[in-house]
């Protein structure tokens, strides 16, 4: 008997604009497009963790487009970072349930960078919380997480859209979701967090180029008008995660059938 084809959903980072992750998921599964692992980084990596820990989706639709994102706001005298990062990570100690790797509903791989070696950390055991505090850790905005030898920061620093990832991991089929380098991408400075954003994306273009041309499938939802701050436009961005998918919708399934 011929094995299925194993696939793997790759989540870029994107701060705000990684709302329209939810949105792409809520297609795929509502069309039952199968996926046998979730490698998120960022953003990629808060939205699939979340997911992969049993949130229903319309669930957590709803939750990101009321919540008062000055909640995650713990601002203290800055040694590492402004933020110190605790009040986000109980939010998503229960937003995830507070479960480990090992009992996730699917495979997570998580995406960070240690600041030490200046390598890549691909996490997938111990608490999904912690290791989602670490892959959204913007260097200079939020402490870094440390963790064993290793002083963790965001995953968007070193791998914005971790392709090479999920062929690692043996994937046949690899669809990507990129929410950072659309054509309809427009750039606005306004404020330090902008600064350190966009110098993040300049770095990583060359790396998301080739990254990107591995996939078989590569999903840019257009959100590009919207700013990494947009915390405000979850509903907006999500429809537009939703446009996306339903748009390449066809396109999956032949890759899918075609292997």
Request: hydrophobic residues 45%.
């Amino acid at each position: 008997m011929d094995k299925s084809p194993k696939i793997g959903l790759v989540l870029g980072a994107g701060s705000a604009r990684g709302y329209a992750h939810i949105g792409v998921l809520q297609v795929l599964e509502e069309n039952n497009i199968p996926f046998d692992f979730i490698v998120g980084s960022s953003m990629g990596a808060m939205i699939g963790g979340i997911y992969a820990s049993g949130t229903d989706l319309r669930m957590l639709e709803k939750t990101v487009c009321q919540i008062d994102t000055s909640i995650f706001y713990d601002i203290h005298v800055p040694r590492l970072g402004f933020m110190a990062g605790k009040r986000i990570v109980e939010v998503l100690r229960l937003l995830t349930k507070k479960k480990d790797f090992s009992e996730l509903a699917i495979p997570l791989s998580v995406v960070a960078t240690d600041l030490l070696s200046g390598q890549r950390v691909v996490l997938e055991e111990g608490s999904v919380a912690e290791a989602i505090r670490a892959s959204i850790s913007i260097p200079g905005i939020f402490n870094p997480v440390r963790r064993d030898d290793m002083v963790l920061v965001d995953g968007a620093v070193i791998d914005r859209l971790p392709v090479d990832v999920a062929r690692e991991k043996g994937a046949d089929v690899v669809i990507a979701v990129d929410v950072t380098f659309g054509p309809d991408r427009q750039i606005e400075i306004k404020n330090a967090l902008d600064v350190i954003l966009t110098s993040l994306d300049i770095m990583q273009k060359l790396h998301f180029d080739l990254s990107s041309s591995e996939a078989d499938i590569v999903l840019q939802p257009k959100v590009g008008r919207f700013s990494s701050r947009d915390f405000d436009k979850a509903d907006e961005i999500i429809a537009l995660g939703r446009e996306e998918a339903k748009k390449k919708l066809e396109i999956i399934k032949e890759k899918i059938k075609m292997i």
